[in-house]
């Protein structure tokens, strides 16, 4: 009987070993040699590779391994590549032209050279074919572009716009990325095409991808001297890249525990709290508390539809945001991991140095009238309060405060809102606010459950305002009617993410659909300035800001005055910056960016991350062909 | 003839209401929610970094997708267009991931989900209905009582719970099956012993969550149904003849308490065609029921038009054979 069981052990033992070994679900290359990121937009039923089509998506590994655009700026260090471009754009006087010299030596992935007449052929089959991402913009803008010899190409612009490079600039994410023509060219109608396999101008090649749309496996080329990555920080450390998408957040971390997913998008801080106990390498960008990346180039706000009464009134919408205690915002609903963004922008680190550290002194000055007062709503002493709040929880906080929690917020001023709304004929009775024609004010908060923190920030601001007087309830929707709303104006108040950032300091690109010229009535769908601000005083600050060519120093100026207006007339109140938990591991890979060294930003989900794979060092923990010891 | 007539017509032209019914509302319904396709596209498009885009020329986008998407014109238009398309086999496009055709997407996803619910749902029918039969026509027996209480406690377990505790025990404690995909990674489809296998081991933990919870259903409904069969006079009867008991369990309890069961069963398996949803989400595994949720969140009408078409017209098929078998099968529908 004995025998029996030992031989059931036996086979038993051997089963599952032979099961564990042949349950990994990565390639079979050493892992050593290879890098593994989380798929940002999840599965795709159907990869396309063509991705200048509108539906494409291009940050599951094709744009990171196989585009390539001009220029990159990242949005961390500030840093401008020259990438297919041999340097920055030249305009004429007026800005009707743009001429750009291109790198010598870039080569396609089939061995076909990159010329000038990629880049026209990128333009002009864009500006044939609506229904390309770029299509409208080309064809309201290019009157004509040629290649003036291989390496130039020259624009004629239809009209002065300074800012034409921009849409090969990498400044967030993506950017028109260049097409091969001798591939294109042979296709009847591009829009149908799947460009697949793709041709590649990146520094790596699609080996193999899953048709059911879970992973893409990726290998460095041959020749990646001959890619703009090679030649600006030489070669891509990690042979093979493979971009997955393991299901929800809970499969991540398990993944990550087990070294089997090196880079994650984003996680939960509860998730990560996990990972961070159950993983030793893992890490996201501070070493200690916080450790989330906060150089995310949004930032979240409490937007009001302008045209609503009673957020229509500027009173109201101040007295809103000095009814909100920002420090218990920020400790009960998101753990003290939060940068506090009092400007109408995300105060990334490149915009704090632009922004919110030189506009402090403003603020800290800055006044509203509250009956034959003057009061001073800012309060710079947020951060050391949320600093040793985070000591006495017994957290290592290394850095100075205003690095990490910004330069502070509006004070928490309940009588001096209180003030406000009663002067706007708004009443009090029984700790309830009532609407100046006598009926009890209430507030829908939209919120996305399936966007953490917008949702966490309408519970929390939710709770300030009930605890205010005023009945507020949080509705959640899903994404689609969370941003079909967003752009009809079919909401009250809705935490949404309006502010951004970018590397540079010209934010005219990203601040022009303020103008009032954008408001469109509620119900109308609006894809620029939905919560429908009209303001004469902004209106005509950007109509300056248009006509000034990037790096005039003029430009700094009317921003920062463009930031005070939002301030005085706080269209929308804004609140904290999109932070990340974007985890990595370092047991296979190490010197990802971090808190002590900034040299780029860790986003694995935009094109600049091409770029940060020269800087990656193999640890030697894994097996590796190319890195043996 | 009679048949013919009073029976089977009738529930061929009941068939036919039922799916012209279900389709229109499926067509409806996603027009009356919030959500605008072409809008979505511009957000993600200007969330993705083309946020450069001329704010005028985001709007010149906007009138060209809603032309390429078929949107143009009033719904009833376009409601016309949806049959003539329809009767063709045309769902149009994907939104999402325009300009794939609907049955190209549909066809990528629908293989993994039959493969992975026909399997558990015949199983757990199976293994839960033999287990309650006998279960039930012995109701008495402490071995039958414990086994309705272990049932009872697995049936409400959700499905995400099944699948979060099997995916720590066998993807992270004991890691012996994969936690993600339909196959490894660079397995390419063939007839080889390797790829079958490479099948099974990932449909395993996905298949294991649904039939778990799938047999305490089954196993449930079954020993309720033959607990009542068994006290029929014809069963009291056939005990008190001095029948086998075997006889009277398989043969006349177990039997005439399937037919409910049959029709459950018919109806599950149509209704494969919605997918395991969540069971496909967690285990990431390339079915149906996920791509339902992607067009879903995406406001892609055709996809979500494609396959509610595709779960209207299974589900009413299937019911349509079960009416049509259940004169073969009970006699007394054959004498009503």
Redesign the interface.
């Given at each position: 009987m004995k025998k029996f069981w030992r031989v059931w052990l036996l086979i038993v033992l051997t089963g599952?070993l032979t099961?564990?070994l042949?349950?990994?679900?990565?390639?079979?290359v050493p892992r050593g040699d290879l890098l593994i990121v989380d798929a940002l937009h999840?599965?795709?039923?159907?990869t396309?590779f063509n991705i200048w089509?509108?539906?494409?998506?291009?940050?599951n590994g094709i744009q990171q391994a196989l585009m390539d655009t001009l220029w990159y700026v990242d949005p961390t260090s500030g840093e401008w590549i020259n990438a297919l471009a041999a340097e920055p754009p030249i305009y004429n006087e007026d800005a009707t032209v743009m001429t750009v010299k291109l790198r010598k030596g870039i080569y396609w992935s089939d061995g076909v050279e990159f010329t000038a007449d990629d880049v026209v052929f990128t333009v002009k089959t864009q500006i044939e074919h609506?229904?390309f991402?770029?299509?409208?913009?080309f064809?309201?803008?290019v009157k004509d572009v040629y290649a003036k010899d291989k390496y130039t190409v020259v624009f004629e612009l239809k009209k002065p716009y300074p800012?034409f490079h921009?849409?090969f600039?990498?400044?967030?994410?993506?950017?028109?990325y260049i097409m091969p023509k001798h591939v294109f060219e042979k296709v009847e109608d591009p829009?149908?095409f799947?460009f697949n396999p793709p041709v590649s101008l990146g520094p790596y090649v699609l080996k193999?991808y899953?048709?059911?749309?879970?992973?893409w496996?990726f290998e460095r080329r041959e020749d990646w001297q001959r890619t703009s990555v090679g030649m600006v920080y030489g070669k891509p450390k990690p042979k093979y890249l493979?971009f997955?998408?393991?299901?929800?957040e809970?499969?991540k971390v398990?993944?990550q525990?087990?070294h089997q997913l090196d880079c994650i998008f984003d996680l939960t801080p509860e998730a990560w709290d996990v990972l961070r106990k159950r993983n030793k390498y893992s890490m996201v960008w501070y070493k200690d508390f916080p450790w989330a990346w906060m150089d995310d180039v949004a930032a979240r706000g409490l937007c009001f539809n302008l045209t609503k009464f009673p957020y229509n009134i500027r009173q109201v919408r101040w007295a809103l945001a000095l009814s909100i205690d920002i420090k218990d915002v920020i400790i009960s609903g998101f753990n003290g991991i939060e940068r506090l963004a009092p400007l109408h922008e995300a105060p990334t680190t490149a915009f704090m140095k632009y922004f919110d550290k030189p506009l402090k002194e403003w603020l800290e000055d800055f006044t509203i009238q509250v009956g034959d007062e003057q009061f001073k709503p800012f309060d710079p002493t947020i951060p050391d309060q949320i600093a040793e709040w985070a000591k006495k929880q017994g957290y290592n906080v290394t850095m100075n405060p205003e690095d990490i929690w910004g330069i502070g917020w509006w004070k928490y001023a309940p009588d001096v809102a209180e003030k406000l709304l009663k002067e706007a004929g708004f009443t009090k009775k029984d700790g309830k606010w009532y609407l100046p024609n006598g009926e009890p004010w209430k507030i829908t908060l939209v919120g996305l459950p399936a966007e953490i923190d917008s949702a966490r920030l309408a519970f929390a601001v939710a709770d300030q305002w009930r605890k205010f007087g005023i009945e507020t309830n949080v509705e959640t929707v899903?994404?689609?009617?969370f941003?079909?709303?967003?752009?009809?104006g079919?909401f009250d108040v809705g935490s949404y993410w309006p502010a951004?950032a970018s590397g540079v300091s010209d934010i005219w690109?990203?601040y022009?659909?303020w103008?009032k010229r954008?408001v469109v009535p509620t119900g109308q769908?609006a894809?620029?300035n939905q919560i429908r601000w009209t303001s004469n005083i902004a209106s005509d600050i950007l109509d300056k800001m248009a006509t000034l060519k990037p790096g005039d120093p003029r430009l700094m100026e009317l921003s920062r005055d463009l930031f005070k207006v939002f301030v005085e007339e706080m269209p929308y109140i804004c609140t904290v910056i999109n932070k990340k938990f974007n985890a990595y591991d370092q047991y296979v890979w190490t010197n990802f960016p971090s808190a002590e060294n900034p040299y780029m930003s860790t986003a694995w989900w935009?094109?600049t991350f091409k770029f940060l794979l020269p800087f990656l060092e193999p640890t030697g923990r894994a097996p590796s062909e190319e890195y043996k010891k | 003839m009679r048949i013919l007539k009073r029976y089977i017509i009738p529930r061929i032209i009941q068939f036919f209401v039922v799916v012209f019914v279900g389709i229109t509302i499926t067509f409806i319904v996603p027009r009356f929610?919030?959500?605008?396709p072409?809008?979505?596209?511009?957000?993600?498009?200007?969330?993705?970094?083309?946020?450069?885009?001329?704010?005028?020329?985001?709007?010149?986008?906007?009138q060209?997708?809603t032309d390429?998407y078929g949107l143009k014109g009033t719904v009833f238009e376009q409601y016309v267009r949806f049959w003539d398309r329809l009767l063709h086999g045309d769902f149009g496009p994907?939104?999402?991931?325009?300009?794939?055709p609907v049955m190209?997407?549909i066809s990528?996803?629908i293989p993994?989900t039959l493969g992975l619910l026909i399997m558990s749902v015949l199983i757990a029918w199976l293994i839960g209905n033999f287990i309650g039969g006998i279960a039930g026509y012995f109701s008495e027996k402490r071995w039958a009582k414990v086994l309705s209480v272990i049932a009872a406690t697995i049936y409400p377990i959700p499905y995400y719970f099944m699948a979060?505790i099997l995916?720590?025990v066998f993807?992270?404690l004991?890691?012996?099956?994969?936690?993600?995909?339909?196959?490894?990674?660079?397995m390419q489809p063939s007839f080889s012993f390797g790829f079958i296998i490479d099948l099974i081991?990932h449909a395993f933990l996905p298949s294991l969550s649904l039939v778990i919870v799938g047999i305490g259903w089954w196993f449930l409904s079954m020993k309720a149904l033959s607990s009542t069969t068994k006290s029929e006079d014809y069963v009291q009867y056939a005990e008190a003849a001095g029948i086998p008991q075997s006889k009277i369990l398989f043969g006349y309890v177990m039997k005439n308490s399937l037919l409910p069961q049959v029709t459950n069963l018919a109806l599950s398996l149509g209704g494969v065609f919605n997918g395991a949803l969540v069971t496909e989400?967690?285990?990431?595994y390339?079915g149906i029921g996920?791509?339902l949720y992607?067009a879903?969140?995406?406001?892609d009408f055709n996809l979500m038009m494609g396959i509610s078409v595709f779960s209207i017209f299974s589900i009413a098929s299937a019911a349509l054979v079960i009416d049509l078998l259940y004169p073969l099968i009970d006699p007394r529908v054959r004498y009503r």
């Open positions: 599952l099961l564990t042949t349950a990994q679900v990565l390639p079979k999840g599965r795709l039923a159907k396309d089509k509108p539906a494409t998506q291009a940050g609506p229904g991402n770029y299509s409208g913009t064809s309201a803008y800012r921009n849409f600039n990498v400044l967030i994410y993506g950017a028109c829009l149908k799947d193999d899953d048709k059911a749309g879970y992973w496996f493979l997955i998408y393991y299901g929800p809970e499969k398990l993944a525990a087990q899903e994404a689609g009617v941003w079909t709303r967003w752009s009809l079919d951004s690109p990203l022009q659909g103008h954008y769908a894809s620029n935009w094109g | 929610t919030p959500l605008d072409v809008q979505m596209t511009i957000n993600r498009v200007a969330s993705y970094g083309a946020q450069y885009l001329d704010a005028e020329t985001l709007e010149h986008l906007k060209t997708l390429l994907s939104l999402a991931m325009f300009p794939t190209e997407v990528n996803s993994w979060l995916i720590i993807g992270y004991i890691p012996v099956f994969p936690i993600i995909g339909g196959l490894s990674i660079g081991k989400y967690f285990f990431a390339p996920q791509t992607m879903v969140t995406n406001g």
